[in-house]
């Protein structure tokens, strides 16, 4: 290969992992909209935020084996801001808010019907599915392992 290709093939990794930081830029910002329509009790509000962060993965999914020196999404700033912003804290005292937490809130101290519950909760689903589905096709990759 050449020098000239050489450059053009880090520039476009760098491309490729800038798309998918502002990707997750996206989907953080969109998990973030939801806890804000749980925690004002709009729960089809939230669940159009979630059903649009999952669609949002598309353009996550960068053939991170491409980059030269390979990046695992956990380096990713924007990822780990969207992975926060989902499931409960671990850590004691750890009181930041989370899409589940207000989830269980909102669950705890409002009357949904059935089927608005299990739309949200299947827009939930979806996301985590989809998230679970990215891990698998982007972080395992043999070649990613040792960057992690």
């Known amino acids: 290969m050449n020098p000239e290709g050489a450059d053009v093939d880090r520039w476009e990794a760098v491309?490729?992992?800038?798309?998918?930081?502002?990707?997750?830029?996206?989907i953080a910002a969109d998990i973030g909209a939801a806890?804000?329509?749980?925690?004002?009790?709009?729960?089809?509000?939230a669940a159009d935020h979630v059903d649009r962060a999952t669609g949002?993965?598309?353009r996550a999914s960068v053939p991170l084996r491409t980059v030269a020196a390979p990046r695992s999404a956990d380096r990713y700033e924007q990822?780990?801001?969207?992975?926060?912003?989902?499931?409960?804290?671990?850590?004691?005292?750890?009181?930041?808010?989370?899409?589940?937490?207000?989830y269980l809130d909102l669950r705890r101290?409002?009357?949904?019907?059935?089927?608005?519950w299990n739309?949200?909760?299947?827009?939930l689903a979806a996301l985590e599915e989809r998230h679970q589905r990215w891990r698998a096709e982007y972080l395992e990759q043999p070649a990613l392992a040792g960057a992690r």
Not at 35 to 45: G, V
Not at 79 to 102: K, M, Q, S
Not at 109 to 116: C, H
Not at 119 to 123: E, K, T
């Open 109 to 116: 101290s409002a009357r949904f019907d059935e089927a608005e």
């Open 79 to 102: 990822y780990e801001r969207f992975e926060n912003l989902c499931g409960l804290p671990t850590a004691p005292g750890d009181a930041h808010d989370t899409v589940v937490r207000a």
């Open 119 to 123: 739309r949200f909760r299947s827009a």
């Open 56 to 58: 949002l993965f598309d």
């Open 35 to 45: 806890i804000e329509a749980l925690r004002a009790s709009r729960l089809d509000a």
């Open 15 to 26: 491309g490729h992992v800038d798309g998918g930081e502002k990707a997750f830029e996206a």
